[in-house]
């Protein structure tokens, strides 16, 4: 059996030492994975129990092989690893891994140390980490309620005079991009009572006003919900429909707001509505979309932005809503994306990995 290790990892329980045996058993590691954004050692595990039971900690170390100096020793305490990775690009929140430099080659070796204090030491191993997918500008914190840490997996930005709008479930919540400081401007702005089975996906700004929108799913009624940011006023009493298509993001596009569809079998659409109303005012073709997973859109002119997640693969896509065509496509530096907003020259997300907002220019944008 194999066993994936990194530096910093802990485990949830060391077993408890119940033999003094230490044995002269040497460890074997392989590379396992080596993309842009995880590399992955195997550790050999331990072919007796006696072994298992009495090992208290690993050590990994790893080198810059241009210089042999230490990059990072870190240690794995504990006689069981749970599953964990080596970040070249920057540290896992969970626990505090290495900064590995972009193209560099490393030399990494494990030791494991036994109750005894004895150590053994495994062999070598070499690889050359990839090249960057891009820059991550800046870093910031999401924001708190009351003071407590929130967890961003659904959340969703967007810009707004010179900093950022959050929407996470039902808060939303305004960020200065300059110093991280964010407040709460509304904590649940639904009507009482009332819970969707899904929070709000997206949503769209335009002028003071926020838009946004939920799914009655046995009515198959898209209800748009207005925030005035400025008032933080609610109006929810817009309702349209979507036949045979299901809604699934929302942007400010053109004057107005642009929805994607999904029609089932891959299929997609972009309709134009009025912000205020929700009539329809553009209808655009259907168009076969496949093989990812969107998380939002960005708009830049009469094209979007796309963040399209793949596994170990992201990327950001320009293309036509109008016909569906990719006119150009950059890989995303953020590992897990989540929500997308364009600036102009760089693009805003949450890393969901990291729980931060970033802001990134892709390799060759």
Known sequence: MLLVAATGCTSDQPFEAEFTEDGDWTPSIQLAQNDYSRIVLNIDRPPRLSLLKNITRYQVFLQAKENLSIVRHDTIPGSWISPAYLFPTYPHPYYSGPVLNHEAEYIAKVNIV???????????IMFRTPASRGDLVKVLPLPRKNG????FYDGFLSLYKGGLIILNEFMVFRTDTSSGDGILLKDNFLQPGYNPQ???RSFAIVGNMLVTFYVDWPTRKTTLVHLNLETLDVDSSVTVSFPNATPMSLISFDGG???QLFKG???QQFVKLDPISGDI???YPSFSWAGFHVNDLASEDQTIWVSERREYDNRLIQMDPSTGAVL???PNPVFRPQTLAFDGSHFWQIDTEMQKIVKVRPAGF
């Open 114 to 124: 036994y109750n005894s204090g004895s150590a053994f030491e495994s062999n070598e």
């Open 148 to 151: 407590a840490t929130i967890y």
């Open 198 to 200: 899904i929070p709000f």
């Open 257 to 259: 707001i642009l929805i």
């Open 265 to 267: 079998e891959d299929q």
């Open 281 to 283: 005012l553009e209808e």
């Open 328 to 330: 150009r496509t950059f």
